[in-house]
């Protein structure tokens, strides 16, 4: 990391010289009026404001608890150890990410002076912009969406290990010195970069949970879904089971557990989102346009297409055309 930037974030807070000279708790004034212990944006966001950081605190158990937004932390230096929602244990290493929803439940083992930490506090629609930036019609889209804003079927948070991802690294320092100094237009400088952020994380589905058991099968969903993205054509399941080297009928079962879908609606549902795609952004015909995605038979395109999209491939062309999608 930069090392003007660690540095700045290696400085001992109020609030932890006070742990040091003998607090023993935290204190909870400082984060909640809660009794729960949900963590208020409100004390930690100024008014107006979509995203702020505060290095972790350090020195002290941090007790579980909840946010009313989506924190990201940003491991600088060191490690830190979390529970996540009372049975998942996570170490984050220097490099790592890890997003938490509003429903995950968290606590934070002590860190040493060395082990430095960045939180984001961030409101959910800060992510208007960013999740904009990736194509709607999308997987991956989607399953960011559910996971950081809704109370997913898969899971409550993400955790990458970044650490030898370059552009991963400089947009996530770009945003940090972009909030340290509290430049003019910072929401919509960050926004944009968050935005950059997801699209280069969608690349590395093998960073998502690569090491914890207890969220293999998240790793291997997000795995299935890109390759879905870039296989939607002639993809299928007994290909991506062998990449992942997993049995098809287990793979199978977790996309119907974890997405509510088997293999083939994921696929179908790709590929109308690709045809919907070309028929708004570019003059291809129709027939070609069920050629790319990998259909050979028109009735069943568009039967499928109307009964996704409600109307037929030229109607959708035109509404696209007249700005009424």
Not at 41 to 63: A, V, Y
Not at 129 to 153: C, G, P, W, Y
Not at 158 to 170: C, M, R, S
Not at 256 to 263: L, P
Request: hydrophobic share 35%.
């Amino acid at each position: 990391m930069n090392a003007e930037l660690l540095e700045h974030l290696q400085n001992i807070t109020e609030e932890e010289q006070a742990i040091l000279d003998g607090q023993k708790d935290i204190r909870r004034e400082l984060y909640t009026s809660d009794d729960n212990f949900i963590i208020n944006s409100g004390k930690l966001l100024e008014k107006g404001r979509l995203i702020e950081i505060r290095p972790h605190t350090r020195f002290i158990h941090f007790p579980k608890h909840r946010h009313n937004y989506v924190e990201m932390v940003y491991m600088c230096s060191g490690r830190t150890t979390h529970i996540i929602n009372d049975t998942e244990r996570i170490t984050l290493e220097e490099g790592d990410l890890l997003f938490l929803n509003q429903y995950a439940t968290q606590e934070i083992l002590p860190a040493s002076e060395t082990d430095i930490a960045v939180n984001f506090i961030i409101l959910p629609e800060f992510f208007d912009r960013a999740f904009s930036m990736i194509e709607k019609d999308n997987l991956l889209h989607d399953f960011l969406v559910s996971t950081l804003s809704q109370d997913s079927l898969l899971s409550s948070y993400l955790h990458f290990q970044a650490k030898d991802i370059l552009p991963v690294q400089n947009l996530i320092e770009n945003m940090i010195w972009t909030l340290i100094h509290k430049k003019t237009g910072t929401n919509t400088i960050n926004q944009t970069t968050m935005g950059l952020l997801f699209m280069n994380l969608s690349s590395f589905a093998d960073t998502i949970n690569r090491n914890n058991p207890n969220q293999y099968e998240q790793y291997l969903v997000f795995s299935v879904l890109k390759y879905i993205e870039t296989h939607y054509k002639n993809g299928t399941l007994t290909e991506i089971s062998a990449e992942l080297r997993q049995p098809a009928y287990y793979v199978s079962r977790l996309l119907k557990k974890h997405m509510d879908s088997n293999f083939k609606d994921l696929l179908q549902q790709r590929k109308l989102q690709q045809a919907a795609w070309l028929l708004s952004e570019t003059p291809l015909s129709v027939e070609a346009v069920m050629s790319n995605i990998g259909y050979d038979n028109s009735s069943y395109f568009y039967r499928k297409f109307r009964a996704k999209y409600g109307c037929s491939p030229k109607n959708y062309r035109n509404r696209a055309k007249n700005n009424l999608l």
